[in-house]
T-cell receptor
Framework: NAGVTQTPKFRILKIGQSMTLQCTQD?????MYWYRQDPGMGLKLIYY???????DKGEVPNGYNVSRSTTEDFPLRLELAAPSQTSVYFC??????????FGPGTRLLVL | GENVEQHPSTLSVQEGDSAVIKCTYS??????FPWYKQELGKGPQLIID?????GEKKDQRIAVTLNKTAKHFSLHITETQPEDSAVYFC?????????????FGRGTQLTVWP
């Protein structure tokens, strides 16, 4: 199993541009999550999903959108990039809603 | 929602010494407490967890203790090695009401000097 994979690994965006961060898991997990991690800070939940077709907001959802059309994929969409969205983004998945398996992260820089 | 406080934010120890990281939580309904280790440039990885019906759990050099009355839990690493250097996160969740949503502490940067 590849586990949780994220693409791209690194991206530079200009203010106002849009992009989609991709996340795929091959463990047939129902639960999937998106976090952001700012330098020196912990993980803040952006959105999560308890199954295909079901998503919910986390602590910091503003400026982001998600969809969950399949069990495997959980893309995160940034519509109008802002400097405040410069961060490292982690996708995670879970079978039971307890142990979460994290991807390697996407480093995003908005200039 | 739940609020998890983690201390210290940085910790430096000599190789072979012990390291202790402490966390407190606010929601008495929280009943599952995992610890994650994040190495540089990687995603966090679960290293140990504890449920509210257990007071202590050990796995080789790592142990976690839980005090439900005081609402705090701790990670203990004995005989530290340079490869233990990483950022450690504690988390809490109420499996009954918000199953699937972890609340993380802000992390502890542990440095083990050879």
């Amino acid at each position: 199993n590849a586990g949780v994979t994220q693409t791209p690994k690194f991206r530079i965006l200009k203010i106002g541009q849009s992009m989609t961060l991709q996340c795929t898991q091959d463990m047939n997990h129902n639960y999937m999550y998106w976090y952001r991690q700012d330098p020196g800070m912990g993980l803040k939940l952006i959105y999560y999903s308890v199954g295909a077709g079901i998503t919910d907001k986390g602590e910091v959802p503003n400026g982001y959108n998600v969809s969950r059309s399949t069990t495997e994929d959980f893309p995160l969409r940034l519509e109008l990039a802002a400097p405040s969205q410069t961060s490292v983004y982690f996708c995670a998945s879970s079978w039971t809603g307890e142990t979460q398996y994290f991807g390697p992260g996407t480093r995003l820089l908005v200039l | 929602g739940e609020n998890v406080e983690q201390h210290p934010s940085t910790l430096s120890v000599q190789e072979g010494d012990s390291a202790v990281i402490k966390c407190t939580y606010s929601d008495s309904a929280s009943n599952y407490f995992p610890w994650y280790k994040q190495e540089l440039g990687k995603g966090p990885q679960l290293i140990i967890d504890i449920r509210s019906n257990v007071g202590e759990k050990k796995d080789q050099r790592i142990a976690v203790t839980l005090n439900k009355t005081a609402k705090h839990f701790s990670l203990h690493i004995t005989e530290t090695q340079p490869e233990d250097s990483a950022v450690y996160f504690c988390a809490a969740v109420d499996r009954g009401s918000t199953l699937g949503r972890l609340y993380f502490g802000r992390g502890t940067q542990l440095t083990v000097w050879p």
